[in-house]
């Protein structure tokens, strides 16, 4: 544990110092700039700066929500009844460039029951998910996100009702996982050993994954080839 602990703690020292470096290196530059050229300078040091001020604000935030479900705090959720395929493909109207190496296929063949979620959480977890499968599946491989209706109620959290649920499900052709990890994949910091292999990271995504759909009255799963 306490070997984890000092690694965990030297890869977050690590991955915040960079991009801190480089805006502070990238402003250092700007100041020093000679009055002819700071226009064109600062336009481009300032796109930059603000490309790692939001990588760094991305793990701040990462780390406060880990911590608001780990410490079981109730998050506010904004919820409206929304057809969760035709909330997908608006979503992925503004995300489809950042995953243009890989190829997106939406998947629904029956009519869906409405479902009570916050856009901003769910649109959260769609992110997580893809960007998970995109991380550690090669470059042209598609990824398919399915939905059809869930034969299980759930119980809303904000509401007394149970409402019928929506089963979504995001496929990729990556490494897989193999059937030691399958049953602490969603646990808070931990990466498998392939996983580590291919991207640096802090293990939090799929912790706040589940995190949200609990939230919601859902329920996360995992399956691997």
């Avoid at 995300?95 to 190829?103: F, N, Q, R, S, T």
């Amino acid at each position: 544990l306490d070997q984890l602990r000092q690694d965990f703690t030297a890869m977050l020292a690590h991955d915040v110092k960079n991009p801190a470096s480089i805006t502070l290196m990238n402003t250092q530059m700007i100041l020093q700039s000679k009055p002819q050229e700071e226009i064109t300078v600062s336009r481009s040091f300032l796109k930059l700066i603000e490309k790692n001020t939001k990588q760094i604000m991305e793990m701040v935030d990462n780390f406060l929500m880990a911590s608001k479900l780990e410490g079981n705090f109730s998050l506010n959720l904004n919820l409206k009844p929304m057809n969760l395929f035709e909330t997908t493909k608006l979503v992925l109207k503004y995300i489809l460039p950042k995953y243009d190496e890989h190829k997106l296929i939406l998947n629904c063949n029956s009519e869906l029951p409405l479902t009570n979620i916050d856009i901003i959480r769910y649109e959260e977890i769609l992110l997580n998910l893809i960007s998970n499968a995109a991380k550690y599946s090669g470059p042209n491989t598609p990824i398919k996100i399915s939905f059809s209706p869930s034969n299980q109620s759930h119980q809303d959290s904000n509401q007394d009702s149970n409402q019928k649920g929506v089963l979504v499900s995001v496929k990729d052709q990556g490494i897989g996982i193999s059937e030691k990890d399958l049953n602490f994949i969603f646990n808070r910091y931990y990466r498998t050993q392939e996983a580590a292999k291919f991207n640096r990271g802090f293990g939090l995504g799929l912790f706040i994954t589940k995190g949200l759909v609990k939230a919601h009255g859902g329920s996360i799963s995992v399956e691997s080839e």
